[in-house]
């Protein structure tokens, strides 16, 4: 343990280079490639150093996916140096899991996390840091410890590198959907009349976390869940789980989402509980519908709000535009249900964004009949695609609709 600044046998800033550095799915030529790409973007503004300090920042760029609770994290790049700034309730590990170096700072003075950044950026004059993360108490904070510099926005320009997958990437996001449609199974196999929505949500989330620890040589288990709602809770896509019981009949929601080296993938379906009124077996159709157009319209040169627009057409045309609750789709990486939302690339009528390959999106159109009405739920169906030099691969691959989706008594 190296210490770099005390105050007698109190550490404040020292290295905690514990263990080994762990496995990756990530070879070094890959995360080289990442933090060269924002140095050529630091180069091209005149940017000395960049600071990072949001979980996907962090994760994209170093391979550490922090856990916060109360305390402050950064990833200090300039053009020959690569730190990882952590504290101290963390030992060694986000050294293990950092592509680069590492510092650590204690709690035993207040602002020691400002004491390790002043030495990973001395002599800066212009900094990069993420806008859209930054509150304004931590600016305020930043611009006293940092009274000479002038500091400029990278977030946006880090979303869209994050937005093109490299082959490494595409490889981690093909065994999350694989993993995905393991949990999918297993919610299906424990969904019957009288079950209570957590646990069928239990059962999915285990069978994932168990098939990514079995997948990978190394894998740190963390962040995989699942949402499963029945009847009138399938009216959001962000539902929590419940101890509402399932009955005969009723309207389901699987969502899907496992976790793996801070990288998202989701399954989403609808499913019925042994049998669906006429009512919602046309409502139903008429969204596949919808996933299905909207499916064949994802690819190169595809403007979001275009893919966003001609799917409104559809909808109105049965005159169900008005159920409609959200965007139908968006880019995948390193987000979660709490960081890392790639918002330049979504379908929706607002971004203008041109689909280019190398980009992971989604499809998955809902909509929402509100109780009292014939057919009311929540109808939603979510495939995820590479968007090729040709057109896009659909590497979800897991059935949907009516066929496939109404789980029998006694199955």
């Known amino acids: 343990m190296a210490a770099t600044d005390t105050t007698g046998d109190m550490l404040h800033v020292f290295e905690w280079h514990n263990g080994e550095k762990e496995w990756s799915p990530f070879s070094d030529a890959e995360m080289a490639r990442r933090q060269d790409a924002m140095r050529a973007h630091m180069a091209a503004n005149d940017i000395d150093a960049a600071v990072f300090t949001s979980y996907h920042g962090i994760c994209y760029y170093s391979g550490f996916l922090y856990c916060y609770f109360g305390r402050k994290y950064a990833f200090v790049l300039d053009q020959d140096n690569a730190t990882t700034v ?177 990288y998202y993938t989701a399954i989403e379906r609808t499913l019925f509980c042994e049998e669906a009124s006429d009512a919602h077996l046309a409502l139903w159709e008429k969204n596949c519908e919808v996933m299905r157009v909207g499916s064949d319209l994802i690819g190169p040169g595809k403007r979001c709000c275009d893919i966003a627009l001609e799917l409104n057409d559809l909808y109105r045309s049965w005159d169900l535009l008005k159920y409609r609750s959200f965007g139908y789709g968006h880019s995948f990486g390193v987000l979660s249900h709490y960081y890392g939302r790639e918002a330049g690339v979504e379908l929706r009528e607002d971004v203008e964004t041109v689909l280019q390959p190398g980009m992971v999106v989604s499809m998955e159109p809902m909509i929402m009949i509100p109780e009292g009405q014939p057919g009311a739920g929540g109808y939603r169906e979510h495939d995820i695609f590479i968007v090729t030099e040709t057109g896009a691969e659909n590497i979800t691959n897991f059935p949907y609709g009516p066929e496939h989706m109404i789980i029998k008594a006694g199955k």
């Open 86 to 262: 952590s504290a101290g309730i963390d030992g060694g590990q986000p050294w293990r899991r950092t592509h680069g170096d590492n510092i650590t700072y204690s709690d035993w003075r207040r602002d020691n996390f400002f004491t390790a950044l002043q030495g990973l950026v001395k002599g800066a004059k212009r900094v990069g840091i993420e806008f859209d993360h930054i509150s304004l108490d931590y600016l305020t904070q930043l611009k006293a410890a940092f009274p000479e510099v002038e500091f400029v926005d990278v977030a946006q320009a880090s979303m869209m590198m994050r937005t093109i997958k490299s082959v490494e990437e595409y490889a981690v996001i093909r065994e999350g959907t694989r993993i995905c449609n393991v949990g999918a199974r297993a919610c299906m196999d424990a969904v019957h009349a009288g079950v209570r929505e957590y646990e069928v949500a239990l059962a999915s989330t285990g069978a994932m976390v168990r098939e990514i620890g079995e997948t990978f040589p190394f894998v740190e288990l963390m962040d995989t869940w699942t949402w499963f709602q029945s009847g009138y809770m399938t009216d959001g896509a962000h539902n929590p789980v419940t101890n509402k019981k399932v009955a005969r009949g009723d309207i389901l929601s699987l969502n899907c989402f496992p976790m793996i080296f801070g």
